[in-house]
């Protein structure tokens, strides 16, 4: 007998089309438990490649301030804060593992600082060269973050942003051409390898 699905508590999930990219992304919001109970604004984190891992950090995000709440783990020497968040992850209307090849390409084309032919076909991506991070960063920062700000009680001056591999990359874009953008950058092992190692000019 079928079982009803997995989902995770207290989120959502909408659409929105980016006229800096030309493309549909699905946007997975995870309000904090309390949101309903409450009248607070709260800080936001962004998660890109929210396909993989939106679940993970959203438990993870979640349990870190349940336990800072109860006030577990909050004196030396585990110094532990981690706030109420709101969780925007970015995603793609197509996973990685229903169409892969269409995944990985609109993921590498949005996510790189230049085109790199050569580096796309190493990750076996025949026709895809890279180098839309710009307009990436302008659909966050003009569409998405807009969107988000006027339709939950966020707090605009205190935002981070997550990114793993080609995620870390373009993190570090945004650090080193908009640094204003975010308040937080967390960065896991960034693709710094991507075009003879751009990023360190």
């Not at 607070?40 to 396909?51: G, I, K, Q, S, W």
């Not at 804060?81 to 990985?104: A, D, F, M, R």
């Amino acid at each position: 007998m079928p079982q009803p699905p997995i989902s995770i508590t207290n989120s959502e999930a909408r659409t929105l089309y980016s006229k800096s990219v030309g493309q549909e992304y699905r946007i997975l919001i995870a309000l904090p438990m309390n949101y309903a109970e409450s009248n607070d604004r709260y800080p936001v984190l962004y998660v890109l490649d929210a396909d993989m891992v939106f679940g993970f950090i959203t438990e993870l995000v979640r349990s870190a301030a349940s336990v800072r709440a109860l006030g577990i783990l909050s004196s030396d020497p585990f110094p532990l804060y981690v706030p109420n968040l709101i969780l925007v992850g970015i995603s793609y209307p197509t996973s990685w593992y229903e169409q892969p090849k269409l995944w990985w390409s609109v993921r590498t084309r949005d996510l790189t600082p230049t085109q790199n032919p050569d580096d796309a076909r190493g990750l076996g991506l025949e026709g895809t060269f890279g180098g839309n991070a710009g307009k990436f960063l302008r659909f966050m920062r003009n569409e998405l973050m807009p969107m988000v700000n006027s339709n939950y009680r966020t707090d605009p001056e205190d935002s981070t942003i997550v990114g793993h591999s080609g995620g870390g990359l373009f993190a570090l874009y945004v650090l080193f051409h908009q640094p204003e953008t975010f308040r937080r950058y967390v960065v896991s092992s960034p693709s710094l390898w991507w075009d003879k190692k751009v990023t360190f000019k």
